[in-house]
C-alpha cells in the first residue's frame, strides 16, 4: 500500500515536472534585454514593448516577423513598466511547481458551472448573515 503510495506521488511529481518543462521554454536571459510588457491582439499577433537600457520600442510580431512601430519616448512610463516587470518576475521566480500545477489544473477544468457559482455565492451570503450575530 505504501508503495503504490510512493509510486503515485513520484508520478504526480514527474509530471508536474515535465509539464513545467514543456510550458516555459528556457531561453537564455539577456539582462540588457527585456520585454516589458505584452498584448495578445488575436490570431498570433501581439503587441510587446521591449528596452535596452534606457531606450524602449513598440514592435509588433506575428506570422509575419517582427516590426517596429515607435519609439517610446516617455521615460516615466518606461520607468513604471520596467518596475511592473521586475514585479511579475520576482513572483514568478518563488512559484513552487506545485502552485503552477494547481493553476494548470484550474485552467484545464474550464469555468464553472453556473449552479455551482450560485452555490457558492449562497453560502457566501450565509457566512456574512453568521458574521453579523
Not at 503510495?5 to 508520478?11: F, I, T
Not at 495578445?40 to 517582427?66: F, P, Q, T
Not at 519609439?71 to 513572483?91: C, F, N, P
Request: proline share 5%; aromatic share 6%.
Amino acid at each position: 500500500m505504501v508503495l503504490v503510495l510512493a509510486l503515485v506521488a513520484a508520478a504526480v511529481y514527474l509530471a508536474v515536472f515535465f509539464l513545467r518543462r514543456l510550458g516555459k521554454p528556457q531561453a537564455e536571459q539577456n539582462p540588457h534585454l527585456r520585454i516589458l510588457a505584452s498584448s495578445h491582439l488575436g490570431n498570433g499577433r501581439y503587441l510587446h514593448v521591449v528596452s535596452v537600457g534606457r531606450k524602449a520600442w513598440l514592435v509588433g510580431s506575428g506570422e509575419g516577423g517582427v516590426r517596429h512601430i515607435a519609439d517610446i519616448a516617455d521615460q516615466e512610463a518606461v520607468d513604471v513598466m520596467e518596475l511592473e516587470a521586475s514585479r511579475k518576475s520576482a513572483e514568478t521566480a518563488g512559484l513552487s511547481p506545485f502552485s503552477s500545477f494547481q493553476a494548470l489544473l484550474k485552467k484545464l477544468s474550464g469555468p464553472m458551472p453556473p449552479s455551482e457559482q450560485s452555490r457558492l455565492e449562497n453560502m457566501r451570503q450565509r457566512r456574512e448573515r453568521f458574521k453579523r450575530f
